[in-house]
């Protein structure tokens, strides 16, 4: 053997002890490969959330014997104590289960309504007296009826197998006890409080240490929070809508000139709904629909399946354009139809048809398009956190929380440690509009849990927080997968694009895209790609965006195996045993 057939030897065979592959190495040649670290493997059970105490908290449950469903809403009870920056029991909470037991798939909308004593002219009046058109984020006006407490205890009831008080048993002792807060929590936190401890209650004492937001590795403490979940361990959901939590609310509002009273909490329900879903190259996704813009994820899907993605390439202009100008088609659908099924029906029978994909995908050619509204006669950016969870039953849980525009509108009724959401922003004023304003009715939302179902068994639970993004996000994650081979891990570390500038739900029926809107990509989007963008007429930034957060278990049928990823960029962590 010559010495250059030596040495072909020598590196293959320290290659493959390296357990590095050739096939590796064509991926690496062709910028496929992506992941920041491996992919995380439990045969058991796996749980993958945005915070690591958080995800130790939701494996302790799975180990002490409780399912995915009670691990995600210890997980969630966790999240909004540590991560209050993106949720809390103030806000409101959408989530798709799978349930091996029953062979089924389960979703449900726990979202909460607006002040059934705030009517749609007195709305207008409110506004007329602040001179605004639009209803305020950080303004009483934006608070509805938390929906979160609510579905903890609908999928309890429906799924649960641990009693509650030994759910939220660990929440409770970190409340009280205290949690090291960790670095990007942080930095949002401490960006917020200057302006959120000025509202009316008790958010400076609440969430702060010596009025300013903790900073990275200090140890903060919620007692009140950890009395609420108490009285909610003990004494159910009723403690929260009809007893002592729901009348001191009252209380409060009252004192306050807010709307909120008893009697919107005594009324409020969740509901288990039908999944809406399209089948995408032989995968079958599913989004909840109504008030929530995930519709939009599949509908974006249906356009692009029209295109061969895989050949045209991860990364290239010609990929990015068939995104962007899909996305921009899809947001003028959204913006005009998502709305309360109990007030509107929304078109699914048109909007998620294959025959209407491809009517609109024929509007896609060379060029950016900077003039569209949706193609259904009328009849953004927000704090999010996203978990999903995996036991050994079997059973998949994909559930998303909010309080809409980070630490929500920052009231805090004095002894409760949570901040009501804003979310009733996102109605419309249009009386045209089907997201127009009606009391007790539910706001659009921009929080979507996704799950995949492949020949019948759950393959993917997944989603990802960030406003308006989110549909990108999902769209992004699901072809990273399907078309481009990546593994679930690299999906999610694989370089992000966003645009923005299209027609919004909360606005006029008359509004449409009149721009081609803003492109922004990430750093590892080659600059090549950015300058043949814009020779297409787009407006791109690199950088200078959000790009969202993602969580993601991939079900191994064959291996019997769940495989976990979380988001490289910020403090989240997938775990398994």
């Known amino acids: 053997m010559n010495s250059y057939l030596k040495h072909l030897s020598s590196l293959s065979l320290g290659l493959l002890m390296t357990g590095f592959t050739f096939a590796q190495a064509d991926r690496e040649a062709k910028g496929l490969n992506f992941a920041s670290r491996s992919e995380v493997i439990g045969q058991h059970g796996m749980v993958a959330t945005s915070h690591p105490l958080a995800t130790q908290i939701g494996l302790d449950i799975l180990k002490q014997g409780g399912n995915a469903i009670d691990a995600a809403i210890a997980v969630n009870a966790a999240t909004g104590l540590m991560e209050p920056t993106g949720n809390g029991i103030g ?9 091996e037991k029953s062979q089924k798939l389960y979703a449900i909308n726990a979202s909460g309504r607006s002040p059934l004593g705030l009517s749609y002219e007195g709305l207008l009046a ?14 009483l006006l934006s608070v509805s009826v938390p929906g979160a407490v609510d579905g903890w205890f609908e999928l309890h009831k429906k799924f649960g197998s641990l009693p509650m008080k030994d759910i939220l048993k660990s929440p409770i002792d970190y409340a009280v006890n205290g949690f090291p807060v960790t670095e990007a929590i942080s930095m949002r936190w401490r960006s917020s409080v200057p302006f959120l401890k000025t509202q009316p209650g008790a958010f400076e004492s609440t969430f702060t240490i010596d009025g300013r937001g903790p900073r990275k590795g200090e140890i903060f403490k919620n007692p009140d929070l950890g009395n609420t979940l108490r009285l909610l361990a003990e004494k159910g959901r009723d403690a929260f809508y009809e007893g002592e939590i729901a009348q001191e609310i009252d209380r409060w509002m009252k004192e306050q000139g807010g709307y909120l009273r008893y009697e919107d909490f005594k009324n409020h329900h969740s509901e288990w709904i039908e999944p809406v879903s399209t089948n995408y190259r032989g995968y079958d996704v599913y989004q909840v629909g109504g008030n929530v813009q995930g519709t939009a994820v599949l509908q974006m899907l249906n356009i692009l399946e029209g295109f061969d993605l895989a050949s045209m390439g991860f990364g290239t202009a010609e990929t990015l354009h068939a995104y962007i100008e899909t996305k921009k088609l899809v947001y003028e659908d959204r913006a005009k139809h998502y709305a309360d099924p109990d007030f509107q029906n929304v078109p699914y029978d048109i909007l998620l048809s294959k025959d209407y994909a491809a009517e609109r995908r024929q509007l896609i050619g060379e060029k950016a398009m900077s003039d569209m509204s949706t193609g259904v006669e009328v009849i953004e950016n927000g704090d999010t956190v996203y978990l999903t969870t995996a036991d050994s039953e079997g059973n998949m849980v ?18 409760l440690g949570f901040s009501f959401q804003n979310r009733g922003e996102l109605f419309s004023t249009d009386p045209r509009h089907p997201n127009v304003y009606q009391p007790g009715k539910r706001p659009f939302h921009t929080i979507i849990p996704g799950f995949v179902m492949k020949g019948g068994k759950p393959f993917l639970s997944y989603g990802n927080m960030g ?17 481009f081979g990546m593994n679930v891990q690299e999906a999610g570390d694989a370089s992000r694009w966003d645009h923005s500038g299209s027609s919004k739900p909360t606005g006029s029926v008359a509004d449409h895209l009149t721009t081609t809107g803003q492109v922004n990509v990430e750093s590892g989007i080659r600059y090549e790609v950015v300058r043949q963008l814009r020779a297409k007429g787009h407006k791109v930034e690199v950088g200078n965006s959000f790009f969202g957060r993602y969580q993601g278990i991939l079900k191994d049928q064959e291996n019997g195996v769940y495989y976990g990823a979380s988001e490289s960029r910020v403090d989240g962590q997938a775990a398994g045993y």
């Open 91 to 99: 806000g409101d909470l959408f989530a798709i289960i799978w349930h």
């Open 126 to 139: 409110e506004l007329d007296a602040i001179d605004r058109e639009s209803i305020p984020s950080y303004h």
């Open 398 to 415: 994909s559930l998303i929380q909010s309080n809409f525009r980070g630490m929500g509108t920052g009231f805090v009724v004095p002894g």
């Open 467 to 483: 406003g308006a993004y989110q549909p990108i996000g999902h769209v992004s994650i699901l072809t990273n997968i399907i078309d």
